[in-house]
């Protein structure tokens, strides 16, 4: 598991290999100019250092030669000892066996013995003669260990890392466009090579991508602190749980995410928890239990946040929809539960009963939502009254390559990001019925609407859309189910390509304010292809529907 | 307003380490200088409320940094961080203006008391 203690692990690794060979060099300097005083300021820095990094990470051995050495240096740097005899054998001893501990942490290793290296140290640092060995055996083994080592890690700015992503975006569109070429003049040396130049773009895409990886938890480690300042502003008793720190995604999502889990958070402690004495009196244990954990689900990561609070009342919620003129009164009673929860994370809608400073300030849920959307993510909302409510954030692993289900319209395909697709369906004419203008179908045992693609994507202007009629079915109706916000949405294609991995380009202008839209992708043939955005064409169905 | 802190430390893991504890306890961290020039610059851009200030650094020595830090930025309170072994220095820092002083290695606990002590009245020396 990548914890905090991992990462402050690796920092301290990366560090001491980096002073260790800073150490080495400047050792040389002085061994040419015993009196070389930058050198042995460098020196007595790099070990006060090292002794104070290795004393945090608890490696006592290891701080305990590096801090005479650092003694050793500053009465060499104030001329109370001479750089000279048995003196610098004891420091290239010391160096020597700093460079054995570190390279003993990396390789996760019981630090190797000390004492007698110690005792010597304590020796030469209080003006006595060391107790040394026959010089040639231990000479040898020194040597032997004295390689050069340069740290394992670099440190990158993301900026860097965005622009290889968007470079190895712009190489896979040529390479598919390659691929294609290559198997329209089928010469066989051309195929092969393409083939090859798949193959490698494909480690490449994923290496890059692979580096833009973090854990979750530098994300999770951060909210202790923040339940605990709402819990103690809204005179709560929370226990907070985190899992799954180690589970990987990518840095970017991470960001865009973080306002979001905060704001389910602070809603979970002020809004979902109840207080010690309601708890009680529920016959719930005093403490309320919160839980947010990271886990994997396919190529998504899937965030959640549960509590065992009061849960979501759903007929609350139904009433306040009404009131603030979200939904009309005569179509509330028709939604279920799924649907109302969902209203909660509608613009402008907020539960609380008091604005308190926590979680008031009359921002709703709505920006989880939109957080989501930017992503390509999903909500999932599970509750019940009285026993809790578990939030569920659906995230791309990555932001650079997406699943898609590509399909035709009009002889012209079009993308759906998989994100959003439930399943396909081949519908006979007799598995479709017509509700009040829209055609309906049953999928396990829960109504489906079905709407053709095409009318979502030719309608203009404020007119509903025209009202299904049972003889317009004619044969098998390819079915899109597209997810959005717990509703479920089958949009009728002329028939499915293939799914791909496709690579989503912002519209350029004037095409950017068309919402149905998404972004653009390029196919291998090179024609262009519109990825199209599930939430709008879920939201222009509802708005429009006959 | 959460209070805005400069990190000065040359090393990477100390300054990490230094930010997750300050920013977890809710406050801004406004800068990570890694030696005295850094330090001078940053102090003057960023006008933070609260500067830790380690002891020994690459370029100047962390005195002389926090001299010149006295006047660059007189309302900021200055911090020392040192480990053991420097207490000639860390003495003079105090005479010279420094806040508190905080020992490597440190507890969560002992630096945000220490930093929040410093941050509130400017108290006389502390030690952990």
Same mark, same amino acid.
């Given at each position: ?53 290795? !004393? ?32 610098? !054998? ?187 004495? $309601? ?81 008031? &300030? ?132 002329? &028939? ?51 | ?33 890694? $030696? ?59 005479? $010279? ?32």
């Amino acid at each position: 598991m990548k914890t905090r203690d991992q990462e402050y692990r690796e920092l301290f690794m990366a560090e001491a290999l980096e002073y260790y060979d800073s150490m080495s060099r400047h050792l040389s300097e002085l061994e040419r100019n015993p009196n070389a005083g930058p050198a042995l300021n460098e020196l007595f820095r790099l070990m006060h250092n090292l002794k104070a990094n290795a !004393r945090a990470m608890g490696f006592t051995d290891l701080g305990e030669v590096a801090h005479q050495l650092e003694t050793l240096f500053g009465l060499i740097r104030d001329k109370e000892r001479e750089f000279s005899g048995a003196l610098i !054998r004891v420091v290239f001893a010391g160096v020597d066996a700093l460079g054995s501990m570190i390279r003993a942490v990396g390789a996760n290793q019981p630090l190797p013995d000390a004492t007698a290296l110690l005792h010597n140290l304590d020796l030469v640092v209080r003006g006595e003669a060391p107790i040394l060995e026959e010089e040639e055996a231990a000479e040898t083994e020194e040597e032997s260990n004295r390689k050069m080592e340069l740290s394992d890690l670099v440190y990158i700015q993301v900026k860097k890392l965005d622009n290889l992503l968007n470079l190895v975006g712009e190489l896979v569109i040529d390479r598919d466009r390659i691929m294609t070429l290559a198997q329209e003049l089928d010469n066989p040396a051309l195929l092969a090579t393409a083939q090859h130049l798949f193959r490698i773009s494909d480690d490449l895409q994923y290496s890059v991508m692979d580096a833009r990886l973090v854990g979750v938890g530098v994300l999770l480690n951060k909210f202790p602190r923040v339940v605990r300042d709402v819990a103690s502003a809204e005179d709560k008793e929370v226990k907070l749980t985190l899992s799954g720190q180690d589970v990987q995604i990518d840095r970017n999502i991470l960001q865009i995410i973080t306002d979001a889990l905060l704001h389910l958070v602070r809603n979970a402690v002020s809004h979902g928890l109840e207080t010690t004495e $309601n708890r009680l009196k529920a016959g719930k244990p005093p403490i309320g239990e919160l839980t947010l954990s990271a886990m994997t689900e396919r190529d998504d990561v899937l965030l959640q946040v549960r509590d065992d609070g009061r849960g979501i009342d759903t007929e609350a919620v139904r009433r306040k929809a009404i009131e603030r003129g979200l939904i009309t009164a005569k179509a509330a009673p028709a939604l279920d539960e799924q649907a109302v929860w969902a209203l909660l994370f509608e613009p402008g809608f907020s539960m609380a009963q008091q604005v308190t400073d926590i979680s008031g &300030r009359g921002v709703g849920l709505d920006v989880v939502k939109l957080a989501l959307d930017s992503l390509g993510g999903q909500l999932r909302v599970d509750s019940e009254l009285g026993v809790g409510t578990t939030f569920t954030l659906v995230l791309p692993t990555s932001i650079a390559v997406k699943g898609a289900l590509l399909v035709e319209v009009n002889e012209r395909p079009y993308a759906i990001p998989l994100m959003h697709t439930d399943t396909v369906l081949a519908l006979h004419p007799g598995q479709i019925s017509i509700v009040g203008g829209v055609m309906v179908t049953y999928l396990h045992e829960q109504s489906v609407p079905l709407v053709p693609l095409r009318q979502l994507l030719h309608d203009e202007g404020d007119e509903p859309l025209p009202s299904a009629h049972k003889s317009d079915i004619e044969g098998t109706q390819h079915v899109l189910v597209v997810n959005y916000n717990s509703r479920r949405l089958g949009l009728i294609v002329d &028939r499915f390509i293939r799914q791909q991995n496709i690579v989503i380009k912002p519209l350029s202008k004037p095409l950017d304010t068309i919402d149905l839209f998404g972004g653009v992708t390029l196919l291998g043939s090179g024609q262009v292809c519109l990825v199209l955005d599930v939430p709008a064409l879920s939201r222009l169905f509802l708005t429009k529907r006959p | 307003m959460n209070k805005r802190i400069l990190i000065v430390d040359d090393s990477f893991y100390m300054r990490t380490m230094l930010k997750n504890m300050l920013t977890d306890a809710g406050y801004e961290v406004v800068g990570e200088a890694a $030696n005295g020039a850094q330090a001078l610059e940053m102090a003057a851009s960023t006008e933070p409320d609260l500067i830790t200030l380690d002891v020994i650094l690459p370029d100047n020595t962390g005195l002389d940094v926090l001299k010149s830090l006295r006047q660059i930025q007189p309302s900021a309170k200055v911090v020392m961080c040192s480990a053991v072994g420097q207490e000639v220095i860390v003495t003079e820092a105090i005479e $010279n203006g420094a806040m508190a002083y905080i020992v490597k290695p440190f507890s969560e606990e002992k630096v945000l008391e220490i930093v929040g002590a410093a941050l509130q009245n400017g108290a006389s020396e502390q030690t952990a």
